[in-house]
């Protein structure tokens, strides 16, 4: 699988958009990237994910470059519960693994 | 239904216990994980049981042993585990179109 890069921390005003990004430089042409975040004493939840084309769902938006060597979730109006880490990762899908990077810290502040 | 069961939510074992995490999902998935967390580290990919068979095994010891006994229950049995093995063990489980995997709440483990 893809290693990826993510900021260690981020904030974000609540009621503004968050933008994360991602790095995913050596991403093979059949790798999806997927988004993860996980609530402090919960398990992850899954945002969404996307191959080539952008994707947004209920939950998020999610843009991938045209080289797919990077990719950027929009959470467009973020809420104090969207406080979080966000893992980016990039995975075959299906059945295959799904290895977690350390993500990003995001805090949505009032 | 779009849940991931997990029990007991917490368990504290000695050393030299042997003691089981159980994993529960019934919306047909045919892929189950197990994953360890530690205090703010992501989770570690463990096991992967694809159609009731172990499919990928992360070099775990062999004091975790895991169990798939039919399509929607998933086990983890522990034996001789160390104080260092204290962490979060999370289950999932995904479909094979979408891959998206569904998580549990985590069953928080304490070895004495």
């Known amino acids: 699988d893809a290693k990826t890069t993510q900021p260690p921390s981020m904030d974000c005003a609540e009621g503004r958009a968050a933008n994360l990004p991602c790095n995913h430089s050596?991403?093979?042409?059949?790798?999806?990237v997927y988004w993860y975040r996980q609530i402090h004493s919960q398990g992850p939840q899954y945002i969404i994910h996307?191959?080539?084309n952008n994707e947004t769902n209920e939950m998020a938006s999610l843009i991938i470059t045209e080289d797919r060597k990077s990719s950027t979730l929009i959470l467009p109006h973020a809420t104090l519960r969207d406080t979080a880490v966000y893992y980016c990762?990039?995975?075959?899908?299906?059945?295959?693994?799904?290895?977690f990077g350390a993500g990003t810290r995001l805090a949505v502040h009032p | 239904d779009t849940e991931v069961t997990q029990t007991p939510k917490h368990l504290v074992m000695g050393m030299t216990n042997k003691k089981s995490l159980k994993c529960e999902q019934h919306?047909?998935?045919?892929?189950m994980y197990w994953y360890k967390q530690k205090a703010k580290k992501p989770p570690e990919l463990m096991f992967v049981?694809?159609?009731?068979?172990?499919?990928i095994n992360e070099s775990v010891p062999s004091r975790f042993s895991p169990e798939c006994p039919n399509s929607s229950l998933l086990n983890l049995h522990l034996h001789a585990l160390q104080p260092e093995d204290s962490a979060l063990y999370l289950c999932?489980?995904?479909?094979?179109?979408?891959?998206?995997?569904?998580f549990g709440e985590g069953s928080r483990l304490t070895v004495l």
């Open positions: 999932a489980s995904t479909q094979r179109v979408t891959g998206e995997l569904f």
């Open positions: 050596t991403i093979s042409g059949n790798e999806y």
């Open positions: 996307g191959l080539k």
């Open positions: 990762i990039v995975t075959l899908g299906g059945y295959n693994k799904l290895i």
């Open positions: 919306m047909g998935h045919r892929a």
């Open positions: 049981y694809s159609y009731e068979k172990l499919s």
